[in-house]
């Protein structure tokens, strides 16, 4: 497991592409897991400028993303789709009907579960697969007691979840409480995982998840067991380790 600490924001972005070209190089359809959130967004820029200055090309780039709030369509402004619309894929050269999103409306949850499973097995898998990391240690929308084994399902988040959440919505009453996400096991079939923290609150999740046991209480801390991950992590994120890190 790679660790590199890097100073803010915008070094977090340059390195993660940096390491994506890495994973991805060789692969005439490059499959990315993306996540949402403000973490990933420098990564993001970086991946728009590189394809404005005509330095990557993302045309037969096939993407899946990581979860979406059960309840919510395609257009809610709030929707992961609309966020990844929004902060990439309207910004780079991508074939939108390439591009996987969970569907907030499905109508059968779980049969759209296994369909997205599917999907995901029957283009080869995930070769570059991107994650951010809640401040209770979540990857994806897999809570704390998740199952390290589980698969792409509909969980119910916890109050701290929506707690954070809120701050993208009129107010915490108004963050849907339920999601679909890729399951612990799902992500780490991915060949390679990136992950990303910036922000004090990240602290303690990346300490229990870098150096703790591994355990369904600390999602994120499943990644011990792959064996291609970089974790990339601003200084303050970085303040609880006491291991030995890149810079």
């Not at 972005?13 to 490059?30: D, F, L, S, T, Y």
């Not at 064996?227 to 810079?247: N, Q, S, Y």
Request: charged share 25%.
């Amino acid at each position: 497991m790679r660790v590199i600490v890097v100073k803010d924001k915008a070094a977090m972005g340059k390195r993660a592409w940096e390491v994506m070209q890495e994973a991805i190089m060789g692969h005439a359809n490059p499959v990315l897991g993306l996540a949402t959130g403000s973490t990933p967004i420098p990564l993001y820029d970086e991946m728009a400028r590189a394809n404005k200055a005509g330095k990557a090309d993302f045309s037969t780039t096939i993407t899946f993303n990581l979860d979406e709030y059960v309840g919510l369509a395609p257009e809610h402004d709030q929707s992961y789709r609309c966020f990844m619309n929004k902060n990439l894929f309207d910004k780079i050269n991508i074939n939108k009907a390439n591009t996987h999103v969970p569907d907030g409306k499905a109508k059968d949850v779980p049969a759209f579960c296994a369909e997205y499973e599917r999907m995901m097995d029957d283009i080869g898998g995930v070769h570059c697969q991107v994650l951010g990391i809640g401040s209770n240690g979540h990857i994806g929308f897999n809570e704390p007691g998740s199952s390290l084994a589980s698969r792409t399902r509909m969980v119910q988040l916890t109050d701290r979840t929506i707690q954070d959440n809120s701050r993208f919505f009129a107010g915490k009453k108004d963050v849907p409480t339920k999601a679909i996400t890729m399951g612990i096991g799902t992500v780490l079939e991915a060949d390679s995982i990136i992950l990303l923290a910036n922000g004090a609150n990240k602290a303690d999740a990346v300490k229990k998840s870098l150096e703790g046991p591994i355990t369904c209480m600390a999602p994120a801390s499943a990644l011990q067991l792959h064996g291609d991950v970089t974790f990339i992590v601003t200084e303050d994120a970085a303040a609880g380790l006491t291991r030995m890190v890149e810079r």
